[in-house]
């Protein structure tokens, strides 16, 4: 996929991902843990994120190695990916099917759900 000038991903010839051009890869710690890793176009969007209700909510039916990945009274906050956050990111890029959807990428081990 491509973006669009609003940064919207857009399919390839080949079906697959790739990022937008202007967008920067940021992290959310979940109580001090990287936890997800997205895409958006500037930090007060990903701050954003942080606030939604829809993302706490999915982040507190989670769980990793038994534990919550969130639980009601946690701490998100977000911050600009590390390097290897980046790299694990772009990974899941390229194995991702096309979607108009915001790319979460978890980089804690999920427990099935």
Do not use: H
Not at 25 to 35: M, N, R, S, Y
Not at 64 to 72: A, R
């Amino acid at each position: 996929m491509r973006a669009d000038w609003r940064g919207r991903w857009l399919p390839e010839s080949d079906g697959k991902m790739t990022p937008a051009p202007l967008g920067l890869i940021f992290t959310i710690d979940v109580d001090g843990k990287p936890t997800v890793a997205f895409e958006a176009r500037q930090f007060r969007e990903a701050a954003e994120l942080t606030k939604e209700v829809w993302f706490r909510t999915d982040l507190t039916k989670l769980s990793s190695n038994g534990e919550p990945v969130c639980g009601i009274g946690s701490k998100l906050k977000a911050r600009i990916a590390t390097e290897s956050e980046r790299g694990v990111y772009r990974q899941a890029v390229q194995e991702a099917e096309a979607t108009d959807d915001i790319l979460l990428v978890y980089l804690v081990e999920l427990d099935a759900i």
